[in-house]
């Protein structure tokens, strides 16, 4: 059975995105920090694989973002940056310093390396 384009696509990142996580674990202290990314929106989310349970979690839909809404062509790319900030600001409230990085078989290009870098801005480790 042959798969459509958009599923074959949806395929292949998801063996990509097995082939990351198998050697990728986050735990209390150092959780994995998982990013998906749609059409429109990047979400992020720190991830404790020894509990099984997600710790923190953000999107760029967040109404905390709507303030600092740019425009322009790079729109969707700065929007990645300031949620990656914010989930990093969270983060160390919440007592969190280090993170290892989930790409979920996207490339570590354009929104997933802005989202890194505001994290990274924000003060989180990785």
Same mark, same amino acid.
């Given at each position: ?11 292949? @990142? ?17 959780? @994995? ?31 905390? !973002? ?19 900030? !914010? ?23 354009? @929104? ?11 003060? !989180?480790?990785?």
């Amino acid at each position: 059975m042959a798969l459509d384009r958009a599923a074959e696509r949806r395929w292949r @990142r998801a063996r990509r995105h097995a082939r990351v996580t198998k050697k990728v674990r986050g735990t209390k202290d150092t959780p @994995r920090l998982v990013v998906f990314r749609s059409h429109k929106h990047m979400e992020g989310q720190l991830v404790d694989d020894d509990q099984g349970v997600t710790l923190l979690g953000i999107s760029t839909q967040t109404s905390e !973002l709507d303030g600092a809404d740019p425009e322009g062509l790079k729109a969707k790319v700065a929007r990645s940056f300031l949620a990656g900030r !914010l989930l990093a600001e969270r983060a160390r409230e919440s007592g969190v310093e280090s993170v290892v990085f989930d790409r979920g078989g996207y490339q570590y290009h354009g @929104r997933v390396k802005a989202f890194a870098d505001g994290a990274r801005d924000g003060g !989180l480790k990785f």
